[in-house]
Every structure is written in C-alpha cells, then in structure tokens.
C-alpha cells in the first residue's frame, strides 16, 4: 500500500469540484458574452479571469494524476513539483498582465488572489516534491493544503469576477 492510497477520497472531492466549476466558471462567462466589451476588456480577461480556470484546472489535473494507481510517491512527487514550478512562473505572468492592463486598478486584496497566495500554493507544490522522498506523508499533506487553497482561491476570484460584472458593470450601463 503507498502512502497516496490514503488520499483517494480527497482527490475525487476536490477533482470533481474543480471540474464543476470550471464548468460553472464557462457558463458565467456565456451569460456575460452579450453585454458591451471595452477596447481593453481583452486584457482584463488574461489577467484576472484566465488565472482562475488554470487553478481549478490545476487542481482538476493534480486530482488527476494524484487518484492513478502509482506504486510509490516518487513519480507523482515529480509531476506535482513540475506543476508547481509552472503555477509559478505563471504568476509572473499574471503580475505582468495585471499591471498592464487598463480596465480595472488592482487593489491589495486582488494582488493578493490573484499573485501572492497562488505563489505560495505553487511554492508549497514545489518545495514538497523535493522532499517527498524523505517525507512522503507530510509532503502529501502539504501538496493537500495546497490544492485546497488554489481551490478557494478560484472560487474567491470567480465570485469576485461575477460581483464586479453583475454591479459595477450594471451601473455603468444604468440599468
């Protein structure tokens, strides 16, 4: 028995809960496809919505990858590593693209979700793959922690999406 056995039921849950919504996520952006679009809306999308689909799809993936029939940790140790250090070379891409963008100022909170805390998920991804060999539980419980957090994350940064399409862009419009 390897020590991902264990963690079965927990990669069906967060799996089957990062692929609703990314389903969910697709069905707001339909609703939303038919009010105006600015000239830098585009810009806004790869900022602040695209990081969402790639966390859920990140998590989606790891729940993946986590739930095969390994025979130890070492293989997946390496895949979720792999993950990590893209999720973070990723967020340098999704600073660069928010402070580029023009639509909409970042505030703290959203460098917050949308940079510094997926950095740390990812980081946390990574540093636990490099000790998974000597500390396979642990390691397992820390990669845990950060799927769970990239999974709040998404769901903090789709809420906020909605909200701000829903009321801000509504009171542009007058309606």
């Known amino acids: 028995m390897t020590p991902l056995a264990g963690w079965e039921n927990f990669y069906v849950v967060v ?10 996520q697709f069905v707001v ?12 809306q585009a810009q806004a999308g790869d900022a602040f919505a695209t990081p969402t689909i790639v966390h859920f799809s ?11 029939p390994w025979r ?4 997946v140790a390496v895949v979720w590593g792999l993950l990590g250090l893209g999720g ?10 928010m402070r580029v963008q ?7 909170e959203d460098w917050l979700f949308h940079v510094v805390l997926p950095a740390v998920a990812y980081g946390t991804m990574t540093v636990s793959a490099c000790i998974a ?13 950060a799927v769970v957090l990239l999974l709040f994350i998404g769901i903090h940064n789709a809420w906020d999406a909605v909200t701000y399409h829903v009321f801000s862009k509504k009171q542009e419009h007058g309606k």
Not at 29 to 40: E, H, K, M, R, S
Not at 58 to 68: I, T, Y
Not at 102 to 108: G, Q
């Open 15 to 24: 799996g089957s809960s990062a692929g609703a919504l990314i389903g969910l």
């Open 29 to 40: 952006i339909t609703l939303i496809a038919n009010t105006p679009i600015a000239p830098d």
């Open 58 to 68: 990140v998590v989606l993936l790891l729940a993946g990858v986590q739930s095969a």
């Open 72 to 75: 130890g940790v070492g293989p």
């Open 88 to 97: 973070i070379v990723y967020e340098f891409i999704v600073a660069r693209r």
């Open 102 to 108: 023009t639509l909409y100022a970042p505030v703290v």
């Open 133 to 145: 060999r000597l500390n396979a539980g642990e390691a397992l419980f820390a990669t845990g922690a």
